[in-house]
């Protein structure tokens, strides 16, 4: 093995020790207060859980309360089709709504300071009670979609399509509202690229469209997935999320009420665990490590 090769595993590995101990308070919280409690969770799933005069009582019952989620109960698989298709919806347009706002707020505008903080006032002052008041009353939703010119002539070409532009405008103000810390994230990463390669591209004659789409969104790329997996999280843990509130529901059931919500609950995160891997297949970075490409480079050396 060369110098070089040597002198960059040494670096890589210091570098992730010292990461590792910066870590290690997360670390060790996480496994304290968040890995035990999900395991646990998954032990109770496959057990009947009653409260009674002598406390907690458990009783195993294999994957009845599986076979309940699924099979028995009548709302749990109509309220995850709703999730996958409230994810599919909101996700890509929070998304690509955060992106554009990120560019706007970027130029060189007036009162820039001033714009980003109106669009990241709502998710300091929209959270807790102040949202949950708004759901209850009504005031987030926006209704009268179905009977505009524009949404007829949408039904007419594909209803399922104008299903759901009727579903993601019903509740706009809510997306707008999850664009929040995206767009201050894509701010941190657009802030970040370098202005000689976007100068270079204008040189060479490049388009803002070109740039946009061969420098801009390479570059930002980790950072769209980040955003992507922030928002999918978020959405999962929502009020509108109709599987949280089945979850909730079942947990404070005291007859066998916590082994089935342990069940929802165990189902429910395997889903919103591969939407988070379809998100970073897909924008995952490809980019090689630098020691594979050293060691490439070093057996063409050799084989020439």
């Not at 039904?155 to 399922?160: A, D, K, L």
Request: charged content about 15%.
């Amino acid at each position: 093995m060369s110098r070089p090769v040597k002198k960059m595993k040494y670096m890589e590995r210091r570098h992730n020790l010292l990461g590792y101990a910066f870590m290690l308070p997360w670390i060790a919280g996480f496994l304290i207060f968040t890995a035990w409690p999900f395991i646990y969770t998954f032990i109770l799933s496959f057990h009947d859980v009653s409260l009674t005069v002598e406390g907690w009582q458990t009783a195993f019952t294999g994957i009845n309360n599986y076979n309940t989620a699924f099979f028995r109960n009548t709302e749990f698989m109509p309220a995850i089709i709703s999730f996958l298709i409230m994810e599919a919806t909101y996700a890509p347009t929070i998304i690509v709504i955060s992106f554009i706002l990120a560019l706007l707020l970027n130029r060189g505008l007036k009162f820039r300071a001033g714009f980003r903080a109106l669009f990241f006032l709502p998710v300091i002052v929209m959270s807790g009670p102040v949202l949950f008041q708004l759901m209850d009353t009504g005031s987030a939703a926006n209704t009268g979609i179905e009977g505009m010119t524009l949404f007829n002539m949408v039904y007419q070409f594909s209803s399922p399509v104008a299903e759901g532009l009727a579903y993601l405008f019903e509740n706009y103000s809510m997306v707008l509202w999850f664009t929040g810390i995206p767009i201050v994230l894509f701010i941190s990463g657009l802030q970040k690229i370098d202005n000689g390669v976007l100068e270079a591209a204008k040189i060479d004659a490049a388009t803002s469209w070109q740039i946009l789409w061969k420098i801009t969104v390479p570059i930002i790329k980790p950072i769209i997935l980040v955003a992507a997996i922030f928002t999918v999280v978020q959405l999962g843990i929502y009020q509108l999320n109709p599987v949280m509130d089945m979850i909730q529901t079942a947990i404070y059931n005291s007859v066998s009420g916590l082994g089935l919500a342990s069940a929802f609950a165990w189902v429910y995160s395997f889903i919103e665990l591969a939407i988070v891997g379809v998100a970073f297949l897909f924008l995952r970075d490809a980019k090689e490590q630098p020691i594979k490409i050293l060691k490439r480079s070093e057996r063409r050396r050799a084989g020439q």
